[in-house]
């Protein structure tokens, strides 16, 4: 099952809204067809009244983040078990078009779209690709940007667990920011010797006097 994908549903939507910028990309039913990708038949069936129930979705989906990303490993489970009972996927064998070198189907589990509306179905591949992610990797694996305002959703799935940043232009950012800190601590830290040596040399001069 392509669990990298179907988890990346769930990033995707998170992701259209930065709270501490105060920035929100869904706004219109065209920025929901987006999220689709090349689900371009799910994509269609998006109308105005989806944009609402998205943004309910993807507040649901950040507080799944929020709790993992806090610590908090039964809260963020129980958070998206709830999600997972409200939109159920429909798991279907499928080989699309794809043949092994005998020319046989290369079949594999794929999640169907549900089709009763566009929210129903992105939320149920969204929930469920997040479910496989986090027993397959641990809860810890699920992650909020430590660049300050960013914090969007991550998927770590790097080998040490190492992962702080939704992208390398954030992990720049921090680590430049992080730099000019230390240098402007050493500067400090040099200015207050330097005064520290200038009023011993004003003491002994003093007291010599």
């Not at 950012?173 to 011993?200: F, G, P």
């Amino acid at each position: 099952m392509e669990l990298a994908y179907y988890s990346d549903y769930a990033v995707r939507l998170v992701n259209t809204e930065e709270p501490v910028r105060g920035t929100d990309t869904l706004t219109s039913v065209e920025a929901v067809r987006d999220l689709f990708g090349g689900n371009r038949t799910a994509a269609r069936r998006a109308t105005d009244a989806d944009v609402t129930r998205f943004r309910s979705v993807r507040a649901r989906l950040r507080a799944v983040f929020e709790a993992a990303d806090g610590g908090d490993e039964t809260l963020a489970v129980d958070l998206l078990n709830s999600l997972l009972l409200e939109f159920p996927v429909s798991p279907q064998i499928s080989g699309h078009d794809s043949r092994d070198d005998d020319g046989r189907p290369l079949w594999h589990m794929h999640l169907a779209d549900h089709p009763s509306n566009a929210t129903a179905g992105y939320a149920a591949i969204a929930a469920m690709g997040l479910a496989f992610h986090l027993t397959e990797y641990g809860v810890d694996r699920l992650g909020l940007c430590e660049a300050a305002p960013c914090r969007n959703a991550y998927l770590d799935t790097s080998t040490n667990r190492s992962r702080r940043y939704c992208s390398d232009r954030c992990a720049t950012r921090a680590n430049v920011a992080a730099y000019r800190a230390r240098k402007r601590l050493e500067a400090d830290r040099s200015a207050n010797t330097s005064r520290t040596a200038e009023n011993s040399q004003r003491s002994s001069a003093n007291g010599e006097s």
